[in-house]
């Protein structure tokens, strides 16, 4: 699939039929991630400053909790 530049996470095509309503969203609440620990969750904040708020979003709900 082909994404467009500085488009994280969105398709060429934009077709919101084509994901799920999480899946469109980037915002990542703490409510949503229960399974974290504090440590993880700072950890995870401060990489959201660095790499983007939708690839931190991307990152936790395309990997098992376990990574």
């Given amino acids: 699939m082909e994404y467009e530049q500085g ?5 060429m095509d934009g077709n919101p039929s084509m994901r799920g309503p ?6 990542i609440a703490r409510a ?5 620990l504090d440590p993880e969750w700072e ?3 401060r990489l959201a400053t ?5 690839a ?3 990152m936790l709900r395309t ?4 990574e």
């Fill in 32 to 36: 949503d991630c229960p399974h974290l």
């Fill in 7 to 11: 488009a994280e996470n969105q398709p």
């Fill in 50 to 54: 660095v790499i983007g708020e939708a």
């Fill in 43 to 45: 950890a995870l904040r």
């Fill in 22 to 27: 999480s899946e469109s969203a980037t915002h």
């Fill in 63 to 66: 990997l098992p909790p376990t």
């Fill in 56 to 58: 931190v979003a991307t």
